[in-house]
């Protein structure tokens, strides 16, 4: 890995994750190419960024869960190649009931450049310290649909203050939300903002 990126575990003490497309539980339905370890990596400045957002979380009674941070142009490339291919039905009902594969292109859910691989986004969740259990947030990740969507109709009172919360933790860390997706959150003043990177996370 380069020197100037680290695993988050390493430099946020006390933060979970659960790296999807490391795993058979994501939208492909198997492990993406480029994540080789199920792990979180980013850029130390995301990585410092993040520790004050799992400090700030503490105080509201949140840990953070991180499910995806730095993503290999290779990952992406493969998300596009996915959807060039047969529909099988598999993953479509939890994660693209509305939409064909193809529309995830068009609709921002997935993108051909992904602010992802320049290292300093992360798709992330709270969670309830003293149960470890997940706040309720009206749909899962990458969820593609426009209940996703901040300020979306459809999710309850207490699904939205958790959607602001995170909201507020993270944008007041340093961070800008993304319109279409309520996990996702990249840093304002990247180190890379015109760099898509493609090693493996190894």
């Not at 986004?121 to 209940?147: K, R």
């Amino acid at each position: 890995m380069r020197d100037d990126f680290a695993f988050v575990d390493e430099l946020v003490p006390g933060i979970r994750w659960d790296s999807k497309y490391a795993t058979w539980d994501n939208f492909t339905g198997k492990p993406v190419d480029g994540y080789e370890v199920n792990r979180i990596a980013g850029t130390r400045i995301l990585c410092a960024a993040l520790e004050n957002a799992r400090e700030k979380a503490a105080t509201l009674g949140f840990g953070l869960l991180l499910w995806d941070g730095y993503r290999p142009q290779r990952a992406v490339d493969s998300f596009l190649r996915w959807s060039e291919q047969p529909e099988d039905g598999r993953r479509k009902l939890r994660h693209y009931p509305h939409i064909d594969r193809a529309e995830m292109f068009e609709n921002g859910y997935v993108a051909t450049k992904s602010g992802h691989s320049r290292g300093s986004t992360v798709d992330l969740t709270l969670y309830h310290l003293y149960t470890g259990e997940l706040a309720q947030m009206g749909g899962d990740h990458d969820l593609m649909d426009s209940v996703s969507h901040h300020g979306a109709p459809g999710v309850t009172q207490a699904e939205a203050k958790n959607r602001l919360d995170l909201c507020s933790i993270m944008e007041s860390c340093g961070f800008r939300s993304y319109a279409c997706e309520w996990w996702h959150y990249a840093l304002k003043d990247e180190p890379y903002p015109d760099t898509y990177f493609d090693f493996p996370i190894a």
